[in-house]
């Protein structure tokens, strides 16, 4: 299947920085990126959906000036945690579809996950 | 908005017992359900997924069904193993917004 990387894969930061999270569709272009959040135990929650070109589009309770996203090219989207708390620690998947290779109804692929720790 | 609820929150069960988590869902333009195994701090693997057109499939000792006039769809796994036991997520996707919504979760364990 279609790969997505994530990088970094752990970051412990200070609180009040920015952290950015890199997401890219190694072997495929991803004109649609989602990212989530997954707290311990909990299930994925979909935080915002990262489109090619274009602004992101937020779930409901999601604050997109904490969570800043930009999708550059068809290939990587980015996530930024700014001024981070550590209620923001979790840890934060991003996916993409390979649209065009393999139709509508096609899975969903994930990147291996970032764990942030905010101290 | 879309919801997707999955029961139950924990199953445990004997080596070789069956074993079976429900989902229902919420927005009827849902078209793809996958279920997704997790291990601990690793990212969700699809083990079986289901379009709205099928009503039932099967693989291996995986399988899931899917009623779509009561927004049900069911995971079976048969013959458990030990290395079956993990957090199961269950998913529903709607083809008009693309999002792909999670239930919250079910840890199985299976005894040996």
């Known amino acids: 299947g279609a790969v997505v990387s994530q990088h970094p894969s752990r970051v412990i930061c200070k609180s009040g920085t920015s952290v950015k999270i890199e997401c890219r569709s190694l072997d495929f272009q991803a004109t649609t990126m989602f990212w989530y959040r997954q707290f311990p135990k909990k299930s994925l929650m979909l935080m915002a959906t990262?489109?090619?070109?274009?602004?992101?589009?937020?779930e409901q309770g999601v604050e997109k000036d904490k969570f800043l996203i930009n999708h550059a090219s068809l290939t990587l989207s980015t996530l930024t945690v700014t001024s981070a708390h550590p209620e923001d620690s979790s840890f934060y998947i991003c996916?993409?579809?390979?649209?065009?290779?393999?139709?509508?109804?096609?899975?969903?692929?994930f990147g291996p996950g970032t764990r942030l720790t905010v101290l | 908005g879309e919801n997707v609820e999955q029961h139950p929150s924990t199953l445990s069960v004997q080596e070789g017992d069956s074993a079976v988590i429900k989902c229902t869902y919420s927005d009827s333009a849902s078209n793809y359900f996958p279920w997704y195994k997790q291990e601990l701090g690793k990212r969700p693997q699809l083990i079986i997924d289901i379009r709205s057109n099928v009503g039932e499939k099967k693989d291996q000792r995986i399988a899931v069904t899917l009623n779509k006039t009561a927004k049900h769809f069911s995971l079976h796994i048969t013959e458990t193993q030990p290395e079956d036991s993990a957090v199961y997520f269950c998913?529903?996707?709607?083809?008009?917004?693309?999002?792909?919504?999670f239930g919250q979760g079910t840890t199985l364990q299976v005894k040996p």
């Open positions: 990262s489109n090619e070109g274009s602004k992101a589009t937020y």
């Open positions: 998913a529903a996707r709607a083809s008009n917004t693309g999002k792909l919504i």
């Open positions: 996916s993409a579809r390979d649209i065009v290779r393999s139709g509508a109804l096609n899975e969903q692929f």
